[in-house]
């Protein structure tokens, strides 16, 4: 196995195995960030192009969702190749430039690995689908006979996040003989079967050529999932097993299985060949009593804590999710992850700027015009919980545009909606296109600057007044306080400790951290008075020396 200490020691980055612990990351959805050629899509040379901004916001890695060849059925979670580089994105030249150039101003760089499904154009499927029921080249996926007398039914009443069912005929892809096959998600990304070995030799492979490339972490897409209880007769279940309430303690048919921690252990070993070890983060949407088990130090290390992503803006529900995401990473020895939006969700400003009586699906069907949107508080509150998240101890995951305070666009016209969500779930939810709309670098010119050929999805015009260009030449714009804070943290990041102070008001939260530093946030109470100390950042100004509601204020005292 070959060590890369080499890479480390030509860069910025430091030498601290424990780099990640505490690490502001910050997710960037390629093909929506910067388009370097004008064809609309963003691509590695676009990201290569932004890196001065990358800088600017002091990040310790960036986390790239797919950039791989894909026929974009599920916006790259389809992936044809997990050790290329799509071409309508670059080549792995320019990865390599882009790694190196990353690497060479301290920011790491976190690659997706999607090892639940790959997509209906890989090599494995197609030779599958090519193949006879039976084959070693079938074996690889989850292929069945149908129920029925001609086997016109699926094999079990598993359903889809994207189809309704979880089976498809083997005809629609081509095949030309008479049986069914799985796929959690959309049809074009049939799912692995993860008891044939074959196919965990592929994924440690795949691992191996990032990590050898000096890749520093990997996000697990899916990763619950796994595992599936194939055993004869399949069992019938026609409900998400993934939901985080229910909790199948390991024991369940399509997710969240035992099992699935030994494929980790293994890809653990391998991570821990290197210097400094590989690191990753497991998307797993399972109950919180489970994500220990996917944050351990002997499996992936770290799990996304999803809580904050449905937490109305409100100083009870922010406490009690943190103490308790604070006590289940500790329990593991793993750290904290804050995070508040990704590619998958409604944008926090949005959100925010919504009644949270409001049923937010119907609101996005109805193009966010049933209810009003206030943009200005939404995006006033999504910047005070930032600030309030940042201060925990711990990792915080950002989402590309937040730092601009960017709002969803809910109003893409549906002839230009992307997403399989919506179009291949009997448009029962509008999708997520509406968070990954091309992010305005300029507030005018050909798609807001994000590249010369316009944007792969519409931008609407509310866009020029969230741009880079604009909100950089306002102290007081959420990009400007991003970036003074992250700035500031990076300085004040300290021991993962944290206590709680007591405030005159249920609806003002104040805690601080063992060398001073306090973070104290009115949620929604009348203006608050300002405790004694030194005032490093405020996400909104105080009103007479009050801290207003929406705000949260970082300080120090002696
Ligand atoms: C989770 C990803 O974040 C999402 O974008 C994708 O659609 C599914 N996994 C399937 O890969
Ligand atoms: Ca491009």
């Known amino acids: 196995m070959s060590k890369t200490t080499g890479v480390a020691k030509k860069s910025g980055l430091s030498k601290d195995k424990n780099w990640w612990r505490q690490a502001a990351i910050y997710q960037i959805y390629p093909r929506s960030f910067a388009d370097s050629n004008g064809d609309g899509i963003g691509d590695l040379q676009g990201i290569i192009s932004r890196i ?52 060479k101003i301290g920011i790491r760089v976190f690659v997706d690995i999607v090892p639940n499904h790959s997509s209906n154009l890989h090599i494995w499927f197609k030779e599958a689908i090519a193949a006879a029921p039976g084959s070693k080249a079938r074996s690889r996926y989850i292929f069945r006979d149908g129920r029925g007398i001609n086997g016109e039914l699926p094999p079990t009443d598993w359903v889809s996040h994207f189809a309704p069912s979880a089976w498809t005929h083997e005809s629609k892809m081509g095949g030309k003989h008479n049986q069914w096959y799985m796929h959690w998600f ?32 990997f996000r697990i897409d899916v990763a619950h999932a796994l595992k599936k209880d194939l055993s004869e007769p399949l069992r019938n279940l026609d409900v998400f097993e993934d939901l985080p309430e229910r909790g199948n303690k390991g024991k369940g048919i399509l997710a969240d299985r035992d099992e699935v921690f030994k494929i980790y252990k293994g890809w653990r070993k391998l991570f821990d060949q290197y210097d400094p070890p590989r690191v990753a983060v497991a998307e797993a949407n399972v109950h919180s009593n489970r994500l220990p088990l996917y944050a351990s130090t002997k499996t992936l290390g770290q799990c996304f804590d999803f809580r904050f992503i449905d937490t ?161 030449k306002d102290p007081l714009s959420a990009l400007s306080i991003y970036r003074k804070a992250l700035e500031l943290r990076k300085k004040l990041v300290t021991k993962e400790e944290i206590k709680w102070h007591k405030t005159n008001d249920l609806s003002v939260l104040h805690f601080s951290r063992p060398n001073g530093w306090h973070c104290i946030t009115n949620f929604r109470a009348a203006a608050y008075p300002m405790p004694k100390g030194e005032i490093l950042i405020t996400s909104h100004p105080l009103v007479q020396g009050k801290i207003p509601a929406g705000t949260t204020v970082w300080f120090t005292k002696k």
């Not at 969702?65 to 071409?87: E, Q, T």
């Not at 930032?386 to 990792?395: N, V």
């Open 312 to 472: 109305p803006f409100e100083a009870s529900a922010y406490k009690t999710n943190v103490q308790d995401a604070l006590a289940l990473a500790a329990k593991n020895k793993s750290s904290s992850t804050w995070t508040i939006s990704n590619h998958d969700q409604i944008r926090h400003a949005t959100k925010m700027g919504l009644n949270p009586a409001v049923d937010r699906r119907s609101w996005m069907l109805s193009n966010g015009t049933s209810h009003p949107l206030d943009m200005k508080s939404g995006s006033q509150n999504a910047l005070a919980a930032t600030l309030f998240l940042l201060a925990l101890p711990g990792c915080t995951y950002m989402y590309q545009g937040e730092e601009l305070g960017l709002h969803e666009v809910t109003d893409i016209p549906e002839s230009q909606i992307q997403d399989p969500q919506y179009l291949k779930n009997n448009k029962i939810e509008k999708g997520r296109d509406g968070c990954r709309v091309p992010l305005p670098w300029t507030s005018s010119g050909s798609s807001f600057g994000f590249g010369s050929g316009g944007a792969h999805l519409p931008q609407p015009q509310w866009f020029a007044d969230y741009s880079v260009e604009k909100e950089e």
């Open 52 to 103: 001065p901004y990358l800088k600017s916001l002091s990040l310790d890695a960036v986390w790239l969702s797919p950039f791989y060849p894909s026929a974009l059925a599920d916006g790259g979670y389809d992936v044809d190749d997990y050790r290329d580089v799509d071409p309508k994105l670059g080549t792995l030249a320019d990865f390599d430039q882009m790694l190196k150039e990353l690497h």
């Open 186 to 217: 959309a049809p074009e990304q049939p799912d692995f079967d993860w008891d044939n070995p074959e196919v965990e030799k592929e994924f440690l492979k795949t691992l191996k050529f990032w990590s050898d490339r000096g890749v520093d972490g």
